[in-house]
């Protein structure tokens, strides 16, 4: 049963029908026992699935717990997984993301040699929340931005390098922005 809600919603959301695709898989969690046991990939999708119908909160909390299930587990590639969902639920720009960022932090220590593209994908995400708000680091943002595009680059791989050039964009802006108001760090509104 709850496989064949898992494909219900993956042709769903292949449907773009992200409606029906939430209430799927939230039905597949559900019937898994909850985030406490559902399969963890299945959980990504969900909180996806969430992400994309906007419900940003729980779509971080079905990230959140994901990604504590696959630290227990040390599941680096489930807790990378997790950590960039979290990061694309939209939020305010002057939003605190802090929680978000450490959780990138620690999936990119936790990766393994063999990352494939998320290995660059979680310095440009964590260069993106550095970017903005009022965790802001921008001096620490465009240096990962710059090591994600380098490595994106040197890898071939075209995704991840361009998510990488939007956070290196991101972290320049913000500073031209801010050199503009004459602060040399002021925030957008």
Known sequence: ??????????KATART???EAAAH?????EVAGGATSADLATLCEY???LRRT?????????FFAAAARAR?????????????GAHRVATLTESSRSGV???????????DGDAGATRWLLPASLARELADGPDRDLSRAVRLAHA????????GDAGPLAYALLALGAGHRDRTAGDRRGSGGGRRR
């Open 72 to 84: 227990a587990i040390g599941d680096s590639a489930l807790f990378a997984r997790a950590a960039f």
């Open 54 to 62: 906007g419900h940003g909160e729980d779509a971080q909390a079905a």
């Open 17 to 19: 029908a992200f409606d």
């Open 47 to 49: 909180g996806e699935t």
């Open 25 to 29: 898989l939230r039905r597949a969690v």
């Open 148 to 155: 994600a595009v380098d490595g994106a680059r040197a890898a």
């Open 1 to 10: 049963m709850i496989a064949a809600l898992v494909e219900a919603g993956r």
């Open 101 to 111: 960022i450490a959780l990138l932090e620690e999936a990119l220590a936790a990766l």
